[in-house]
């Protein structure tokens, strides 16, 4: 049974650079949401995807941006980069919130983006 | 002030002792409570759920205290492997929107 899967694993982009980032959901699970980590801190919520929408956004600018797939994968995309968006980014997967007693999520192992 | 609040520590352990630390959460319509471990330069992962009445799981007991808004974390017999950052995660009423604080760092030694 795979696990949540990202890619790529390490990134290192120029500011005014644009990202995306991939993730591939835990078996069974249809709703993909993904956070920030920047370094010495604890994860942000960017965003929440399912049935390819976007269901609940974090305080993150019109610069990110996502997109989810029929197969329930999901993009993250950044523009116009910052240094300030350098950080550890990671998806998590679920079932639709509300359809499991306990709504838990799982990591994947993240991609790290360095902005220069 | 943040939504979810943990001292970041570190906490200094001895190899067999027992640690506990908490975390303050700011919403009181939160619903669904829980610790998070997380080693250098990996992802979070889930270690607990923390329920109303407590849990324990084997050497880790976790509390809720709704009245006064906070969430505990004990550990027993510390190992060396449970050196880590410990995340106190937060899921309001609303959806599946985690809010997680800045972790407590544990360091055991022996």
């Known amino acids: 049974d795979a696990g949540v899967t990202q890619s790529p694993t390490h990134l290192i982009k120029t500011r005014g650079q644009q990202v995306t980032l991939r993730c591939s959901p835990k078996s069974g699970h249809d709703t993909v949401s993904w956070y920030q980590q920047a370094l010495g801190q604890g994860p942000q919520f960017i965003f929440q995807?399912?049935?390819?929408?976007?269901?609940q956004r974090g305080n993150f600018p019109d610069r990110f941006s996502g997109h989810q797939f029929p197969n329930y994968s999901s993009e993250l995309n950044v523009n116009a980069l910052l240094l300030g968006d350098s950080a550890l980014y990671l998806c998590a997967s679920s079932f639709l919130p509300g359809t499991t007693p306990l709504d838990t999520q799982y990591f994947g192992p993240g991609t790290r983006l360095t902005v220069l | 002030r943040k939504e979810v609040e943990q001292d970041p520590g570190p906490f200094n352990v001895p190899e067999g002792a027992t640690v506990a630390f908490n975390c303050t959460y700011s919403?009181?319509?939160?619903?669904?409570f829980f610790w998070y471990r997380q080693d250098c330069r990996k992802e979070p992962k889930l270690l607990m759920s923390v329920y109303s009445s407590g849990n324990e799981d084997g050497r880790f007991t976790a509390q809720l205290n709704r009245a006064s808004q906070y969430i505990s974390l004990l550990i027993r017999d510390s190992k060396l492997s449970d050196s880590a950052t410990y995340l106190c995660v937060v899921n309001k009423a609303a959806g599946n929107k985690l809010t997680f604080g800045g972790g407590t760092r544990v360091l055991v030694k022996p």
């Open positions: 995807y399912y049935e390819e929408e976007e269901r």
């Open positions: 919403n009181s319509a939160s619903q669904s």
